[in-house]
């Protein structure tokens, strides 16, 4: 999530949001994280997650699956697991639209050209 913060300009201390159940990092592209960890499908509906996600910023949700009926069709999905060595880690991201795809290859594009 730091990664992902840094990257859209957020400034300050990026921390899980486990206990608060969602961070606001304000930036030039605002950032929203979300984690439903801890909480039931029935009770994502207090959160105001679909504000959230129709918002003027990335919203970023971790145990989204929780999630899976408000999340809208378009949209990317990221994974992660660990790799076979302690440090390493598997990141998988799948597009769930158009835009999605979009901005799916963009990345790719960066990706392969380091």
Same mark, same amino acid.
């Given at each position: 999530?730091?990664?992902?913060?840094?990257?859209?300009?957020?400034?300050?201390?990026?921390?899980?949001?486990?206990?608060?159940?969602?961070?606001?990092?304000?930036?030039p592209l605002p950032l929203?994280?979300?984690?439903?960890?801890?909480?039931?499908?029935?009770? &994502?509906?207090?959160? +105001?997650?679909?504000?959230?996600?129709?918002? $003027? *910023?990335?919203? #970023?949700?971790?145990?989204?699956?929780?999630?899976?009926?408000?999340?809208?069709?378009?949209?990317?999905?990221?994974?992660?697991?660990?790799?076979?060595?302690?440090?390493?880690?598997?990141?998988? &991201?799948?597009?769930? +639209?158009?835009?999605?795809?979009?901005?799916? $290859? *963009?990345?790719? #594009?960066?990706?392969?050209?380091?």
């Amino acid at each position: 999530m730091q990664g992902l913060a840094r990257g859209l300009g957020a400034g300050g201390y990026v921390r899980s949001p486990t206990f608060v159940l969602v961070h606001h990092y304000p930036g030039p592209l605002p950032l929203y994280h979300v984690d439903l960890y801890r909480i039931g499908p029935a009770d &994502v509906e207090t959160l +105001g997650l679909e504000e959230i996600m129709e918002g $003027d *910023g990335i919203t #970023a949700i971790e145990w989204a699956p929780t999630a899976a009926a408000m999340l809208p069709p378009d949209h990317l999905a990221v994974d992660l697991a660990f790799g076979t060595e302690e440090t390493a880690r598997i990141i998988r &991201v799948s597009a769930g +639209g158009e835009r999605s795809r979009r901005i799916l $290859d *963009g990345l790719a #594009a960066c990706v392969s050209s380091r």
